[in-house]
């Protein structure tokens, strides 16, 4: 629980009662959570996450309805939610139970349990977008792609995710001690962030046919000016910077298309299809080689960790 003190928040596992959380319509016994970027900011009390105080943070969940006013949903059903500013604006996943608008909840596809949900979790759901958009402006298996970020949470499902639909994966990384990490999930070459940390210039030697970049940055510009014709970079990360210094000239002369990806307001029909898809690629050892497992009282720390670019892969919570 998040609380409001005079030298901003403070943070402290309690007990509640279901009363003090939002009037949602089904009730969610939440099994699993993870720990994303976006939760190592809120529970640090950076880039205002936690809008109103008190909050349970957590910005996604997967368990099973207990109770449902909604039609939709029936006690039993599996269930995970991603996004919609649960862990932000309305109170989140790292408690026992939730309550929810259940036309946030999507139903876990057949083979998916609520762990696997949350071993995809946001970042792998964001990394399923991202390459669902690369997919949508063409650029297809076989082409040499380039993911930012590589050894975090969404790069790592982002590097596993493309090299399992027949993609030649680079994997750019701050962290050379995570190259075999990075080589079992994939990636064929390791770029070392350093190539592309300073400012470049406005157009450099063609080599992506696309990219997904979590980081932003400079790093981004000089990946739109690496990338080849026609190619595009599926953006939708800010791990880096939040600014983009870039010219026009990877648009304007080499067609290249930066392409914003988010995957808080995602339309559900998008969202279903990419869940299924994440259900369909990823198997047992895929969840097994990016995730690890922590619990609650673990979360402080790992919150230090993923704001420093420390965490390797997906963090799943254990409630
Ligand atoms: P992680 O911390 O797990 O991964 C981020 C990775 O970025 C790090 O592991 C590190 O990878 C790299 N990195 C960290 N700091 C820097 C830096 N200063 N310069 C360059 N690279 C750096 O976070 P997530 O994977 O959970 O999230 C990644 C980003 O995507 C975040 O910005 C997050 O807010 C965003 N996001 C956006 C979503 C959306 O809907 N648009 C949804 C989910 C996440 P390495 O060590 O390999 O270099």
Request: with cysteine; hydrophobic share 45%.
């Amino acid at each position: 629980m998040a609380r409001k003190t005079d030298a901003g928040q403070a943070i402290a596992i309690e007990t509640i009662t279901e009363a003090e959380l939002p009037a949602g319509d089904v009730t969610v016994d939440v099994e699993y959570s993870s720990f994303n970027y976006k939760d190592g900011l809120a529970l640090k009390g950076m880039s205002r996450i936690l809008r109103a105080l008190p909050m349970v943070p957590g910005i996604d969940f997967a368990g099973t309805v207990r109770a449902s006013d909604n039609p939709a949903f029936a006690p039993g059903d599996k269930v995970v939610l991603t996004g919609w500013g649960v862990g932000e604006n309305w109170s989140g996943g790292f408690a026992e139970r939730a309550k929810v608008k259940g036309e946030w909840l999507v139903k876990l596809p057949a083979g998916l349990t609520p762990r696997q949900a949350m071993a995809i979790g946001t970042a792998g759901l964001t990394a399923m977008l991202c390459v669902d958009a690369l997919e949508r402006y063409g650029i297809t298996e076989g082409g040499d792609v380039l993911v930012t970020g590589a050894a975090g949470g969404v790069g790592s499902v982002a590097v596993r995710l493309l090299s399992r639909l027949g993609y030649k994966v680079s994997a750019l990384t701050g962290r050379p001690a995570e190259a075999d990490f990075l080589k079992s999930l994939g990636a064929t070459d390791i770029v070392d962030r350093a190539t592309y940390a300073a400012a470049g210039k406005p157009l450099a030697g063609e080599r992506w046919h696309g990219a997904v970049d979590t980081v932003g940055g400079t790093i981004l510009a000089n990946v739109l000016a690496a990338t080849r014709y026609g190619g595009a970079v599926a953006a939708c990360g800010l791990a880096a910077a939040t600014d983009l210094p870039t010219t026009v000239f990877p648009f304007i002369l080499r067609n290249v298309a930066l392409l914003g990806v988010d995957s808080v307001n995602c339309p559900t029909p998008r969202r279903l299809a990419a869940w299924t898809r994440l259900g369909e690629i990823l198997t047992e050892a895929d969840f097994d080689l990016v995730t690890r497992e922590v619990t609650l009282e673990d979360l402080p720390q790992v919150a230090e960790d993923i704001i420093v670019g420390g965490v390797r892969g997906r963090t799943v919570v254990r409630i």
